[in-house]
């Protein structure tokens, strides 16, 4: 199939100065991905591109569509800066006010993108950490379950290009449709669910490059039709790279939870996803201490296998929100393993409670941001 791909890319003709030129010949294609019945790759135009890249895209998908066996197609959009040289230079773009926080502190242009530019979502929330392994993913998805609870229009992104769990989290397995050229979410469980794992298979590796894990990305929050949500809710990609820097500053958040364990390893790299978001201007409305306590499920004695209370006394000493602590606990874990996170599986039992407190806080703290507005 990868042969098809190529020879119907090859009927694309670009503008530029030589007959019969097309996408593939000037060398705007890369990174064919094909998985079964999708087909994924890399559209890569020169920063001084005069043509227009959305009919490039439109008319890639379309040409690759055609392909028997082909069920979706997902383009991932990349530039390369101009190269220098004579000719006329273009105007030089309007510098953006300088924000400051403080006297005299400025802290950079302010490049945020308007509240509400995201077509129908009201409010984005980023649930991140500093490092992997510490749960965040499980926290996201049963605290947008929280959210749910409270009669909120929830909607989860799972931004982790590299490692996307939310398919596993919410045992979703199907593929989502295209609709007028934009993306259906999958629901589940009362909540509009979007994954790049909803286009690959689990055990299938992503190798992309930078560029192309950001613009896949900013489709995937631009091209998805959300409908009227609420609260949008994006699984961050741990760390603090190019990938977490680019959503922190194109997408409109609303806030930014922080996950850590108790653990001061895991305080260290929390502390920085902390600041990154501050550096940025976007509000961290708090802390939530994960695989806080062990309780042997034998003997009922609790142990502190992590630490206990590290991210509480962070959380006084950065002056933000402590949002609650989440135990390590036997069916957190299982619950979300079968796809049926612990909030829906066990709503009653105490930690759905947790999760459910939480949500509330995060809900109530939003509202306070978006007031002080």
Not at 159 to 187: K, Q
Not at 248 to 268: E, H, K, R, W
């Amino acid at each position: 199939m990868h042969e098809q791909v190529i020879e119907q890319l090859r009927t694309i003709p670009v503008p530029g100065p030589v007959e019969g030129s097309n996408i593939v010949a000037e060398g705007l294609v890369s990174d064919i991905v094909i998985d079964g019945g999708k087909v994924i790759f890399s559209i890569t135009t020169p920063g001084d591109f005069s043509g227009d890249i959305a009919a490039l895209r439109e008319a890639a998908e379309a040409k690759v569509r055609g392909i028997d066996g082909v069920d979706n197609v997902l383009v991932a959009l990349a530039a390369t800066p101009a190269a220098g040289g004579g000719g006329d230079k273009a105007p030089a773009p309007k510098r953006p006010p300088t924000l400051k926080r403080g006297p005299d502190r400025p802290v950079g242009p302010d490049m945020r993108p308007p509240k509400q530019s995201v077509t129908g979502v009201k409010s984005i929330l980023a649930v991140a950490s500093g490092k992997g392994g510490v749960g965040k993913s499980t926290t996201s998805v049963n605290l947008a379950l929280g959210l749910r609870s409270l009669g909120l229009k929830v909607g989860v992104l799972d931004a982790d290009i590299y490692g996307p769990s939310i398919p596993r989290l919410f045992g979703i397995t199907e593929r989502p449709e295209i609709e007028n050229d934009r993306i259906v979410p999958i629901e589940k469980f009362g909540i509009k669910v979007m994954s790049m794992g909803f286009l690959i298979d689990e055990d299938s590796p992503v190798i992309w490059r930078g560029p192309m894990i950001m613009s896949a990305l900013m489709q995937l929050v631009n091209e998805v039709e959300w409908g009227d949500l609420d609260v949008l809710v994006l699984d961050m990609p741990p760390g603090t790279g190019d990938a977490q820097l680019t959503m922190a500053q194109q997408v409109p958040l609303a806030g930014a939870v922080i996950v850590s364990t108790p653990q001061d390893l895991a305080l260290i790299d929390a502390r920085r996803g902390l600041k990154m978001f501050k550096n940025v201007d976007v509000p961290v409305l708090g802390i939530i201490e994960n695989m806080s306590t062990f309780i042997c499920p034998h003997c009922g004695e609790a142990s502190d296998i992590f630490g206990h209370g590290g991210a509480r006394d962070e959380a006084g000493k950065l002056g933000v929100t402590f949002l609650g602590a989440i135990p390590l606990h036997m069916d957190i874990r299982k619950f979300s393993d079968s796809g049926v996170p612990v909030v829906v599986s066990d709503p009653e039992g105490p930690h759905a409670k947790i999760y459910r407190d939480i949500a509330l806080k995060v809900a109530a703290l939003m509202e306070e941001d978006e007031d002080d507005d």
